[in-house]
């Protein structure tokens, strides 16, 4: 990878930073045709390695997607990628099960507060009906089953979109930890 310096920047970081104000300012939107390679090259005055470089480094993490044949083009699809990043950092940071709650707690609460107001009738509906089947006797795997089902369709009748995302992306490392929380909670 291309390594100089432009204004105080190694080249990848400068035409990283092209990409993302590029896709801040709203000019480059979702579904747009990237210009090529050596367009972009010659409008930043970097080689197209640099360029190649950085387009790699966004189509691994969902920004973009690279159709051969027929160009470089906007997407918005980071979820694995940013799962995969989540849940490695909480890894390396050794979060445990309450940090975890916490977190789901503050926003559940939220998506409550907001589905209060945005749910549509047939979501409440589904929601009780969930309510109404974790009542019943079942095995705990079926007990957890439900009890994720129901904390996703909460999420759901929010109809916030950030809320929804970050429910998606940690929703491994939530369902897998639901399960156990609730598992132990069954036992004693």
């Known amino acids: ?9 190694k080249t990848y ?16 939107k979702i579904n747009d045709k990237i210009p090529t390679e050596r367009e972009i090259a010659e409008k930043l005055g970097v080689s197209r390695n640099s360029i190649r470089e950085v387009m790699h480094m966004l189509e691994i993490t ?12 906007v997407r918005c699809d980071p979820m694995e990628y940013m799962m995969k990043s ?3 950092v909480m890894a390396l940071m050794q979060i445990d099960y309450a940090e975890v709650l916490n977190i789901r707690i503050g926003y559940e609460y939220a998506a ?29 795997k079926e007990s957890a089953k439900l009890d994720v089902e129901f904390h996703h369709k909460l999420v759901s009748a929010s109809h916030n979109r950030l809320l929804i ?9 939530m369902d897998q930890f639901i399960e156990n929380f609730r598992t132990k909670i069954l036992m004693n």
């Open 112 to 140: 409550v507060r907001q589905a209060i107001h945005q749910a549509q009738p047939e979501e409440i509906e589904e929601l009780h009906r969930i309510l109404l089947k974790m009542d019943q006797p079942m095995s705990s």
């Open 165 to 173: 995302l970050y429910n998606s992306m940690l929703y491994n490392l």
């Open 13 to 28: 970081e400068y035409v990283f930073n092209y990409f993302s104000e590029q896709i801040l300012s709203g000019a480059l």
């Open 1 to 9: 990878m291309d390594h100089i310096k432009l204004n105080g920047k």
């Open 86 to 88: 989540v849940n490695m």
């Open 62 to 73: 969902g920004l973009i997607e690279c159709m051969q044949g027929s160009g470089n083009y």
